[in-house]
């Protein structure tokens, strides 16, 4: 047995068993910060639960709210730039502060009225203006420091600025003054400069450090999406790469993890997500290509257990999403979860969710941190949710699996050149939240004839195919056509659409779409932008905007007309799941499909004296968040409207729906100011809340 396929655990240390017990105790319910109403990080709290205690706005009032404040940008004397609605605000202190717009400024608004309070926006520099992820910043990280409230940023050019989250203004004494125009005098760092002190390819280069210039495309880049995080009094710092289903060359940065005291600003340490010689899973590079390739980012959010004093990093595959042929092996620690020692930065356990990942099956969420009942003991949990369609269960003290993982056979590739793992580990429970490949079973069943037509097309146009079926190539013997991966790179599970949680009754919900991409490679030479990171030109990439199924010709007096898809529905949906027991408890659309596509539906004459639900959802995920009270979700009316739904948390019942300005995007967030509960989407363009009157 290889060494990355084997599960790798060890007890962190810890004071005896008592701070093991009190622990556990500790992060198996909401933190004090959401007992008081505050909302203190983007997923709610460091665990990411995404769950309040507030409960103002229940079942019986839910239907009175109204929108109580609108946010669109509004900056006097500051260009903010496009919004796209990724970001959610934090509240602590009295404060409602986010990040908004490609420059990533820092905007705080009263609680009550939405309107700006202060603002604060990096000088642009040549490394913000490459960064792919300029748009996707996630918001802010609160904490204190000797008591004062601050807010940390991380921007698109990778420096980190510690603001006064009353003013606005950065903090004196912390970090160090970034040698670069019009950047504040101090309380900034170069997170670039401690990222490649040590990596080969920059000090082999020898070239001078220009903090303005940052690093060589050539060599690779790196960029931030996430916002850092804080625990037991160290800065956690994640980032972001090129996206790799863009990318036509495999030279880039290996996005390593970097950790800093974070009353002074001081670097602390750094954890090598693709492993040197000597360390742990370099055998699982082969071909050297560790000396070259890069990314493994942890781009989705980080999580902590404090009391165990360690934070869980979700990472993303390594450089190039759908070919790796120039990087045999199972490239640890690339698609993984990570468990690290907060102080030291040395890895206490780990998991790869996908070996050598080419189907761009990055993890997209933050583990989420919570206690579940097993047997009638309390169990350390750490979960997990996938675009694979699959909740990921561990133990998050030692990294052993909740339920089975076994590793089983997976399909091989046909491309020249390219070698995948003989296995991939499955999840045995809970069951998978969505639709995984496209098999028989999956065809839409409502009558035999219905079903006979249905797979006969399927197989026609090429959509039967299992999870991990194999990217192909434009020659393939066969002549076969895209390979059919479902779920595709958008999910099921994915960072548009995070899952919440109920930590006081171990329940997760999760929003997904039953979504397929299909990926056809060619030489990259072909798509190949002399913009991109990297020298060397991989011999296939995906392409992009070509291919997909065979062409579907329109049919006359199709028997089918009407209905949805060839493959049972709904296409998007919402799925809680009891995590003590790992069963589900229910499964509801997202939203309300078009009604005049649901009449269609209906009216379709196979279906006809049939009493059938036409209501499919949405394509996409909802945003979610929870509360002591009620699911909260954005979602469409069958007139296509935007709106809010509150959801019963135990049957999935929708309880009341209430109008929205726009589509909430990305996820929700709740909190309680001056007695008044206000919920908040995010939107394109900014953001609505709402409150009742």
Sequence with gaps: MSTESRWKWAAPALGGLMAV????????????????????????????????????????NFNNLKVAWEWRGEVPGMEIGEINGRGLPIYADGMLVTTSGPRRTVVAMDPATGKTVWAFQEPLTPRHEYSMRSNHGKGVTYTKINGKGVVIIVTPG??????????????????GAVPVEGFPKSGSIDLLKDLIADWEPWTSAKLPYDAAKGL???????????????????????????????????????GDILAYDLKTGKFMWKFHVLPRPGEFGHDTWENDAWKRTGDISSWAPISTDPALGLVYVPTNGPTMDHWGGFRPGNNLFGTSVIALDVKTGKRVWHHQQVHHDIWNYDVPTSPIVMDVMQNGKRVPGLFSVTKQAWVYSYNRQTGA??????????????????????????VTKPAPFDLQGRTEAHVIDYTPEIKKIALERAKEYGLLAPLFVAPTHRGNAEGAGPANTCPGGNGGANITGPPASDPTAGVLFITSYSGCSPVLLAPAKERDNPRMTGETVADWAVIRGAGGPPARKPIANDPLAGIPDLFKGPLGRITAIDMNTGEHMWMVPHGDMDAKAQEEFRNNPLLKGMNIDTNWGRRGQAALAASATLLFASGQTADGRPALFGIDKKTGKRVGSVPATRLGVYGLMTYMHQGKQYVVMPISGGYTAMALP
Aim: proline share 11%; glycine share 10%.
């Design 158 to 175: 990778f420096f980190a600025h510690l603001l006064d989250i009353k003013t606005g203004k950065p903090i004196e004494g912390w970090g």
């Design 216 to 254: 060589p495309l050539t060599l690779g880049y790196v960029t931030n999406s996430s916002p850092p995080i804080v625990v037991n009094d160290v800065l956690v710092v994640g980032n972001s790469a090129e996206q790799g289903y863009n990318q036509t060359r495999i030279e880039n940065v290996p």
């Design 401 to 426: 699996p909740l339920w089975p993982m076994p590793e089983r056979p997976a399909p091989q590739s046909k491309v020249p050149g390219e070698k995948l793992p003989a296995t991939q580990p499955y």
């Design 21 to 60: 017990v009190i622990g556990l105790a500790i992060v198996g319910m909401p933190g004090q910060a959401q007992q008081q109403g505050e909302w203190t990080n983007i997923n709610g709290d460091n665990q990411s639960h995404r769950y309040s205690t507030v409960d103002q706005i229940n079942a019986s």
